[in-house]
Structure formats: structure tokens, C-alpha cells
């Protein structure tokens, strides 16, 4: 069964930055999107950005845009989230998704 696991979370100050990994344990999947989801305290999971099996960000949640980047390396079944001018609003934990299967998820903490 695939396997996704996250790291590179981590507690910054507003304004920080910080960059996620999701490794899959499994080359196949080089053939599907992937996905970075987050859940905030109280909130629902919301869908952050979706990267294409080309690599392309297809779809990037409005509150992030021109902060975070998505993207991957097939070659190393590897997604990655680069998140810059951290918010507090941004504190979530991290989930990565591709198919039925989800990481175990990385807490990002934004305070001052």
C-alpha cells in the first residue's frame, strides 16, 4: 500500500518560511496529481494546492496566493509546498494526498 509521508513543518515567526516534503513510498505515483491539504483548529480540511502529474499547479487557494508554491520531483516521488510570508492564519497541519491515500500530516505553527 502506498505510503505518503510529510516533513519540514515546524513553528516560525510571522513573515517566515518554511518548506514541505511528502515523500510516496511507490514510483507509480509519477501518474497522478497530488495534493497538499490543511485543517486549522475548529476547521474543516480545505484543499491548499493541487499539483498535476506534469508538475503543474492546477489550483491554488485563494488566501495563498503569491505566498506558497507548489511542485514535485518525479524523479524522487516527491511533492513539496514552499510557504513564504507566513501568516498566523496559516496555522494548520499539512496534509499531503494522492489517490485514497494521505500522509500522517505536519503541524505548521505561525507566532509571534
Known amino acids: 500500500e502506498m505510503q505518503l509521508v510529510e516533513s519540514g513543518g515546524g513553528s516560525v515567526q510571522p513573515g517566515g518560511s518554511l518548506r514541505l516534503s511528502c515523500i510516496a513510498s511507490?514510483?507509480?505515483?509519477?501518474?497522478?496529481?497530488m495534493r497538499w491539504y490543511r485543517q486549522a483548529p475548529g476547521k474543516e480540511r480545505e484543499l491548499v494546492t493541487l499539483?498535476?502529474?506534469?508538475?503543474?499547479?492546477?489550483y491554488l487557494e485563494d488566501s495563498v496566493k503569491g505566498r506558497f508554491t507548489g511542485s514535485r520531483d518525479n524523479v524522487k516521488n516527491t511533492m513539496y509546498l514552499q510557504m513564504n510570508s507566513l501568516k498566523p492564519e496559516d496555522t494548520a497541519v499539512y496534509y499531503c494526498?494522492?489517490?485514497?491515500?494521505w500522509g500522517q500530516g505536519t503541524q505548521v505553527t505561525v507566532s509571534s
Open positions: 511507490e514510483s507509480r505515483i509519477r501518474y497522478y496529481p
Open positions: 494526498n494522492a489517490m485514497e491515500y
Open positions: 499539483i498535476t502529474s506534469d508538475g503543474d499547479m492546477a
